[in-house]
């Protein structure tokens, strides 16, 4: 098996779902009752009330979106409403250590829940120093709580308070100084009324994540703009096509200036897949090719090569992916397990990887399983 | 070379610009004022005034958007605003031809340029009678006068009166007696305020398509939603993620009932691209297995098993694409030029094919170039 069981796999996407106590365990004493905090919510006769966030008096009820893992797939559909219908891995960094070691993972790098992926919640926040301090608060905990239980296996992974460009490139240093290893960012700031790329807003926190070396890790869905192609058309449509927001924000970015000026800037396409790669590069270069001359874009650097200095990727089963692997470039290619959402093969994550791998050359599967993310993310052997 | 020179090349996605007297010459005379007609609109001193549509008194400018043939790339932001600006094949049939042997074409399938690709400008119409009218003048000249001029080498696609579905059925079959062999149908009708392939709406145009064994013809962009990642992104990024509109037709289709309920229909997914196909099929099988449980899909057939039912893409320099053609079905590929656009090679359009298709079997080249679209779009050798 090219495998091999010395080979320490690291997933550069998996999810944790925030502890009750989060927000109210750190926020100073004024705040604990505006942050977000649990509280329950009447249901239907006969059943336990569920567990909600309420944040500045606004409910959010999904504590636990997509956290199935442990369930089969027929049980997918109904979400977990409390806390008790989770393993305890999702939101225990003990109990996520025991689950990894089942699954035979050695490192994750965990996005945020209630938060969303990007932190985008804290967008709504009324008081914007709240606001502040919350994402502070996730950052501590992910930092000093989930990711200290087990340095070098928790790969900490911090959010920004994107309303304010020269906080989020204070945060980026602040967390940096403290251990952080890469940025979770919006795939396009656009749909939540920000800046676009095509601007030069973002420059600080382009300029910070270069200087600090961590990457901008820009998962699937952090836009809050979801592939959608019909009113009633089943969630299966979204789910098929959650890459094509990969897609837009790879050809976003390649064309705008932001690689040109941030030549250190590194992107991560979290959860987005691998096997559309090639097609999307080799499209963007016949576009370079034949469209630059009457638009804005660089006039030198093709696409593809702007790509393969700043991009990388990730899968969990993407057994076409990995057969182009070379029109992606081995080192651009890094391994994801998507603990606790219904992507994951949780338990059998390990056992899926050596299958989907089982035809590439050993030490093409170190580099995508371990020493690419090693190498991205700055973590030492 | 693969490509062997008694091969003939059909191309299943060119494009043919309506001449000034199309409608006028057909509709009734209390309509020829109101349906469309060139008129002449003053630009800047100096400059011959434009040519533009009048319809039912709105003005439509781009007489002939992206009819670039036989400018060099660094001509391509200057759209034509008069006829004297395009090469003559561009709206005349005689000279077309010229331009397909001069180009090493055998045969052309043309969708509309003013209607756009689908017709929907007709959509538009306040009058539903003249409107109507207008479609079947546009098909009549394909028929009658465009691709009569050389049968078997042009080769006539139709439109339909969208607002009327029942109209829709009855245009297919009217069209169909004549000789008609193809619909262009919109690869999404909810952006354009009609009803979803999820409901039975459209029932009636896939029965009538099914018995005229004529495949809908997906242009991209047809649904009149084009990608857009920000205001103020340059157009290189639209055109480089032109395909992710292929991808949503793609997946909403095989997640719908239309397939199922049509088991002869054929879909062409016209000017999409190949290259993603497999990335999209593996997705689409893997959310069916882990996500139809709880969704209102069908629960017995994979959606890559339905894709190689009833779809064909195309490609004009898809090389990625063409390498993986075993992931896709070397008989679901279709060769297209897409003269008079930037995509398009013309003059030299067999030239690049041939470079294209240099490592693939004779067998399979002519399966992809001429063979595959004879068989989908049923034209005798």
Redesign the interface.
Known sequence: MPLQPWMKLLSTDDHLIEPPRLWTDRLPAKYRDLGPRIVEQARGEGQAPAEVWNYEGRIYPYIGLNAVAGKS??E???EPTRYDEMIPGCYDPKARLRDMDLDGVWGALCFPSFPRFAGTVFLDGQDRRLALLCVQAWNDFVIDEWCATAPGRLIPLVILPLWDVDACAAEIRRTAAKGAKAISFPE?P?PLGLP????DHWDPVFTAAEETDMPLCLHFGTSGAA?K?????????T???F??NS???A??L???PVLHNHPRLKIGLSEG?I??I???L???D????????????NQTVR?SELFHQHFHGCFI?????VE?RH?IGVDKITWECDYPH??SYWPKSRAYAAEVLADVPDDEVHKIVELNTRRLYNLPA
């Open positions: 797939p027929e997918f559909g109904l396009n656009v676009s790329f095509h601007t592939p192609t019909a009113p009633e058309a089943p969630f299966a449509v789910i098929t096509l890459a094509t897609m837009y924000a050809a976003d390649l064309f705008s897949g096997g559309w090639p097609y999307l080799e499209r963007a016949g576009t370079w090719e034949r469209h630059r001359f009457y638009q804005n874009v696409p089963d993407d057994r076409f992916g182009v029109h219904s992507d």
